[in-house]
């Protein structure tokens, strides 16, 4: 598994007003998306491309276009819905797929709500958008699920990941022979005994779109 921290000035302010207490869910949904966009430059560095052949004004040449299949993209709802617009910005002729999985707050484990994926992902390139990884249970569970229906190429963007997580991931998914890349915006000093990450940016999903059933 490779870990990618996207070290970048523009990143870095983003995501320190993200984090700050003060910073209302208007705020939040726009700099979330920002964000996104310019991790998902980064994410996107090896996507599948072919040749094409074009006539500019002046002459013919071969540039390249995004391969066959398409990438599809995955939102893990619901807080990863708030990154979909942002990816959806350099990869508009992606296809969207979703799974809804919400972690129990007590046992910290992730169970599965929803999905409305393609059943055959055999030979799919796939980018995973969840805004925080933090046990690791939930991303873990997500790229198996894409893998077994054949997905051969995963990435997870994250906005923020956490130590402990990351090393969870690996443990878990060392026998998948496909290769798994996190990008994200920060590596956090560690989980606290809530599971939350530390120094984080709070429930992620609350700060997007409100305190779920509150
Ligand atoms: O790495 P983990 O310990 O599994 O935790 C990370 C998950 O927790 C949050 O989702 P949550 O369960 O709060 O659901 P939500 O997106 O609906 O708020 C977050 O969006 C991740 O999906
Ligand atoms: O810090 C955390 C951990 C899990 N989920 C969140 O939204 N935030
Ligand atoms: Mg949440």
Not at 42 to 48: G, W
Not at 183 to 193: C, F, G, Q
């Amino acid at each position: 598994m490779r870990i990618q921290v996207v070290d970048h000035p523009l990143v870095a302010h983003k995501l320190t007003v993200l984090r700050d207490e003060t910073t209302d869910s208007p705020t939040f949904r726009s700099l979330a998306d920002e964000l996104v966009t310019l991790l998902a430059y980064e994410a996107t560095r090896d996507v599948r491309v072919e040749d094409s052949d074009i006539v500019t004004p002046v002459a013919p040449t071969t540039g390249v276009k995004l391969a066959s299949p398409r990438p599809l993209v995955v939102p893990i709802l619901r807080a990863g819905l708030g990154m979909l617009d942002g990816m959806m910005r350099l990869l508009p002729t992606a296809e969207v797929g979703f799974l809804g999985m919400v972690r129990n707050e007590a046992t910290l484990e992730a169970s599965t709500y929803a999905e409305r994926l393609p059943d055959d992902l055999s030979g799919r390139q796939c980018y995973v958008l969840d805004p925080m990884l933090a046990t690791g249970g939930t991303l873990a569970a997500a790229i198996r699920f894409l893998v077994d229906r054949g997905a051969n190429d995963i990435t997870a963007v994250c906005l923020l990941a956490a130590p402990e997580g990351c090393t969870r991931l690996e443990k878990e998914l060392e026998d998948l022979q496909v290769p798994v890349t996190v990008v994200t915006a920060a590596m956090d000093e560690k989980l606290n005994d809530k599971g939350y990450i530390v120094p984080g940016l709070g429930d992620a999903g609350d700060r997007l779109y409100g305190v779920a059933g509150g």
